[in-house]
């Protein structure tokens, strides 16, 4: 069968954020003084009993028919002011209730807006199994999940009723102790319940460290069927590899590129990571115990992560070869740190490995429950706007299974099976293709590594240690330019290549990889090109470049300034180490700098002068300038790359026994 290459470009994708909460307002209060309104009433009748009291008093029969007349218009006015008082009331309440109802059909439109939007985003990240056959025939999407993104080995197993991710909240009132008005209130509560969930989400898992699945064999395989298919369409073999311990459900798996070993063959193609018993396995315990030794290797300089594809491994806990297979991983600090993921079906929980990261619990009717726990306690989901990003990635907690016929799955793995990321590493192959920078510094991806990982501080053997090219067993070849004295080839050496044989690519990769492997502080350049070709062009924005300087052949005073600043540079360098203490190299000043007696830096400078046998010929003192280097530039820290296109005899009198390397 043959292969095809799949290129994989930028990801159309944006990343998850929390988007702005909805803000509801204050329910409307009851509002107070009821009794302050019959007061108000009575105070006139009072003021005119009193009144009519006092005619009355006088005897006076005008007075007497004058006083009756006004104690029936008082008692009319303090009737009306009291009806009026209660109905203005009235009025205004049912004014605040029917803008508040207003006001809650405007945002229930808003958060179901939000609601569809989350439901869309959430169905393009994680498709229905019926899609995935699109996902691999879209160039876009197939293998689209880099190692940095959010949803990196979050993987679909069903789908259920969710939350809503935005987080929506009430305004409170400015009077702690009012009463909110009934109806307004009851409005308020019946549009949060019909809109605080979502119908027909997704519901994912994040497929890392230990995932149990317990239930009933039908359901677990089930669910292994549908997060094996998720990952394998989403995340390339280049990130993610699969071992299958006893194959148990149909040989679809077996198509699968991601089971494939990158190193060892059946004939020619990989050779499929499948095993049976323990001598099946051996492949496996390898890769396990390099991984542990990895581990302990970084953790010497706090590295705590593995550069690897995650590596997961399928398992049923109610064989013994399934239960021996997840003994081996305790090897590792944890499953997680190795990059490595334990999917392991068990028909109860008795029988699932000591320590899960998520739990999926499944019932017969194909309904399921996930607990993401956390030092072996169920965590709870996070509320309000801290839970965005879960409730967008997961879903929910509960729903029912994606039930993924087997041939379905075959058709999506046959699909599956003829890609690749790059050509197969086949016996005789490594030398025939072309490797990328990142790919053979172990980088997944230039837009999202992290350069602060990168430029951590090196072992004493990887200081200035870096790949330039593939041998044929596709394995790394690395120019070390230390000096012997420290294991090294260096310090200085000698390039030779005639025009179109790959020197100018050689030198860029030579220098990107050093720039890539030591920050700024450990490592400075100066870069010549005496004819002004493009082996350095675009480098000059680097915090490591000292100097870039080409196009010398037309530019005689331009050499003669060249010459004059590497002399100053040594000069100044031999000036630092004696003002620190008469120090012997630039290693002991790092030591002191290290333990803080000094601040200035010292880096390591990398001199790389192209077409050096015409920088020669335009200016011979060069010469004695190159041998004062290879002289004292191990102790100052000063290391020569000379390229030429030929070497012609007796142009390096003098120089030839500083040259390590060629």
Known sequence: MSTRIVHRPARLHKKIKADKPIEIAAVPTIRGGGGGGVLMALMPIVGGAGMVMMMMSSGNPIRMAIGSVMIVVVLFTAVGAFARNRTGKRK????????????????????????????????????????????????????????????????RIGSGIGELATHVFVKPTNDPMAISEPIAQAHLDRMLRRTRTIEGLPMSIPARGVISLVGPLEQTTAAVRSIVLQAAVFHAPDDLRIHVAQP??????????????????????????????????????????????????????????????????????????GKWVAGQLSALPSVASGRMVLLAMSSSQYLEPSHVDVRVLLEDDNTFEVQLLSRGEIQEPAEGEEGYVERMLYGGRKGTLDIIPISLAEAITRQLSPLRLVEDATPDAPLEQTIALDAMLGIQDFATYSIEEAWKPRSTEDFLNVPYGIDSEAKPIKLDIKESAKNGMGPHGLCVGATGSGKSEV????????????????LSLVL??????????????????????????????????????????????????????????????????????????????????????????????????FVQIGRIGRSIGVHLLLASQRLEEGRLKGLESYLSYR
């Open 248 to 321: 148990y459900d149909g040989d679809w798996l077996l198509w699968l590129p991601h089971i494939l070993s990158p190193e060892l063959f059946d004939g020619p193609i990989g050779k499929r990571e499948v095993s049976h018993d323990e001598e099946s396995a051996t492949e496996l315990v390898e890769e396990i115990t390099s991984r542990v030794e990895e581990l302990a290797e970084k953790s010497k300089y706090r590295e705590a992560t593995l550069d690897r594809p995650f590596f997961m491994v399928i398992v049923d806990m109610d064989t013994p070869h």
């Open 507 to 522: 030198l860029r990769t030579l220098v990107l990889s050093q720039v890539i492997c030591h920050p700024p502080d450990q």
């Open 92 to 155: 205004q309440a049912e004014d605040d209730r029917v803008r508040f109802i207003e006001h809650l059909g405007q945002v229930e439109e808003e958060i179901r807006e939000r609601a569809q939007t989350q439901r869309s985003e959430a169905l393009m990240r994680n498709p229905a199994p019926e899609m995935l056959a699109d996902v691999v025939r879209d160039p876009y999407r197939i293998w689209e999940r880099r190692r940095g993104d959010e949803d990196f080995l979050i993987t």
């Open 528 to 625: 010549v090109d005496f004819k002004g070709g493009a082996t350095f062009a675009g480098l000059e924005p680097l915090p490591h470049t000292a100097a870039i300087v080409d196009n010398l052949e037309d530019a005689a005073g331009l050499v003669d300034r060249l010459h004059d600043s590497i002399l100053g540079e040594i000069q100044r360098r031999q000036r630092v180490l004696q003002a620190a203490g008469n120090l012997a190299n630039v290693g002991e000043y790092n030591e002191l700098r290290n333990q803080g007696k000094v601040t200035d830096p010292l880096p390591v400078l990398f001199v790389v002068i192209d077409e050096f046998g015409e920088l020669l010929a335009a200016k011979p003192e060069f010469v004695d300038l």
